[in-house]
């Protein structure tokens, strides 16, 4: 386990909504660099990047057509190593985007396995054997190439399955998940992974870590976690420090299995971190979460989810809360400022590695805008980072109609240099917070936690290591008699509590770090 995440704070940047410096509208490596300071001074220790790599960009980078270069609106080669030593400079390590279960149409790789001829890639990508025979179960694209055969698609039309072979091999073109062609695409990825960690990068997020085999039983994932094992083995040989966090939610099988050190808990229907900010589908006037003043929320229904995940995975790796992601609504769509803060209180003291994407800190608003590079629903969590209140709210210099996405300029979008050294903003809560998790080291990765008290209507307390902590989302004062909070004294606090004996007095909308 690679030793710098017990107390690292990640901060996930998209690349092209963060910072412009060239001045064509669209952010880019130089313009993180000059934005490292910001980061470091927020009290984030580690960096998420979403992909920059060669792309047609018609999945914003996710459909990968060159996995050894930088997009040239990025950047170059040299950038990013640059990136990765100024990034180092200030004690943040840097992990990025692994796109391992498909490519572009357009990747080389492809463009060869489509050919009628047979070479060294026919079996890169899952093909069928006949044009018309199609592929059961599985999306799938035929009549598209001059190959007899259709190919299965991993996600979006024009994204391609490379090929790791079935877990269950029931058709004639199928190859098993050891098949030597099958081990020839493993052993590309990780190529792929060492070209950049020997370029300085510190890991890798791996995007759709769960897809790489085909028909694998649902339960167990047990051929994708062969492959991730072997992926972790290289890197305990090789780049030992080197971090893995898999897009998987599910730690039984991503961390305990596969040897993932962190498993992002993804906002999926119905689950324990849906229950906490975005509990609101399909009817938003009924929101049910438990972070919505008023609403009624029970935090229950997160542990319920949560405590065997926990309990499963904990002595082998870390699940990774996150504010929100390049995936998912920003939570202030529907929560205060107030709201946010006692929620990222929540993040940032639970038990795991946590992950703030940016302008969550101000709280950066979903906006709804047409579809840019097949984000659909997901662009409105893309908008250009807010800096200030100047033009293109200090994103670009450009022209507003050449950004890669419009800026939030409606009456009291919200930045950071607005926020900046206010004591009861957003982004100065959010920094006393992350400087409490680096203090305490009770607070961190790997401390000891357990709940104490989860009544529907009562404050949230629960442990972590020798800290007590308590969250009150309820707009009415709450007191709760709990024997565990005599003689302790009040560490951190937003809003108003008080302690006497075992009485812990919580103010409307309050959270409270009591220590001995």
């Known amino acids: 386990m690679p030793k710098w995440l017990k ?71 040299e950038d990013a190593e640059r990136l990765f030593k100024e990034a180092h400079k200030r004690g943040i390590h840097v992990l ?48 598209a190439s001059e190959r ?54 510190d890991g890798f997020r ?13 339960f167990d994932k047990e051929h994708v976690a062969m492959i991730w094992r072997d992926v972790r083995a290289m890197l305990d040989q090789d780049y030992p420090e080197a971090a893995l966090v898999s897009e998987w939610s599910n730690p039984r099988q991503a961390i305990v299995k596969g040897g993932f050190h962190m498993d992002f808990y993804l906002d999926h229907w119905n689950n324990g971190y849906n229950s906490l900010v975005r509990d609101y589908e399909p009817h938003p006037k009924e929101d ?53 803060k006692l929620f990222y209180a929540f993040v940032l003291t639970m038990p795991g590695v946590p992950f703030l994407y940016y302008g969550d800190e101000i709280g950066m608003r979903y906006l709804n805008l ?35 996405l419009p800026v939030d300029d409606a009456e009291g979008a919200p930045s950071v240099q607005a926020m900046e050294g206010k004591a009861d903003s957003l982004l100065e809560t959010t920094r006393s917070l992350i400087k409490l998790r680096h203090e305490e080291e009770d607070l961190q990765a790997d401390a000891a936690f357990r709940p104490l008290y989860s009544r ?16 009150n989302p309820d707009g009415e004062k709450k007191e709760v008699i709990i024997p565990e909070v005599e003689g302790r004294k009040i560490r951190f606090s937003i809003h108003e509590v008080g302690l006497k004996g075992p009485c812990l007095t919580m103010g409307s909308q309050s959270f409270a770090v009591l220590k001995e």
């Open 370 to 404: 047409p579809s840019k590079e097949g984000g659909f629903q997901r662009t409105g969590s893309r908008t250009p980072m807010q800096w200030d209140d100047s033009r293109n709210k200090g994103f670009s210099t450009a022209d507003p109609e050449k950004l890669y």
């Open 206 to 218: 791996c995007d759709m870590a769960d897809s790489l085999v085909k028909d694998d039983d649902d």
């Open 96 to 143: 990025i985007d692994l796109v391992p279960g498909h490519t572009s149409d357009e990747h080389e790789w492809f463009q060869e396995s489509k050919k009628a001829e047979k070479n060294p890639y026919s079996d890169r990508y899952v093909w069928t054997n006949g044009a018309f025979s199609g592929i059961e179960g599985h999306p799938y694209i035929a009549g």
């Open 288 to 340: 049910r979460s438990y972070f919505k003043k008023g609403a009624g929320g029970d935090i229950n229904r997160f542990l319920d989810d949560y405590i065997n995940k926990y309990n499963s995975s904990r002595d082998k790796g870390y699940i990774s809360f996150l504010t929100s992601n390049h995936d998912t609504p920003r939570p202030k769509r529907t929560l205060t400022d107030e709201e946010l």
């Open 456 to 471: 529907k209507g009562q404050p949230y307390i629960y442990q972590r290591g020798d800290l007590i902590l308590a969250i």
């Open 148 to 201: 007899d055969g259709c190919y299965m698609l991993n996600f979006f039309a024009f994204q391609p399955a490379l090929n790791y072979g079935f877990g269950k091999v029931t058709k004639d073109w199928q190859k098993s998940w050891d098949d030597p062609a099958c081990q020839k695409t493993r052993e590309a990825m990780k190529d792929v992974m060492r070209f950049w960690l020997d370029l300085g990068c």
């Open 7 to 77: 107390d690292a704070v990640f901060y996930e940047i998209y690349p092209q909504s963060f910072y412009d410096s060239n001045g064509d509208g669209i952010g880019d490596l130089n313009g993180i660099i000059e934005k490292l300071d910001y980061v470091k001074g927020l009290g984030c220790n580690a960096l998420w990047l979403n992909p920059f790599y060669d792309s047609p960009f018609r999945d914003a980078g996710y459909d990968v057509r060159d996995y050894k270069k930088v997009a040239p609106r990025y950047g170059t080669k």
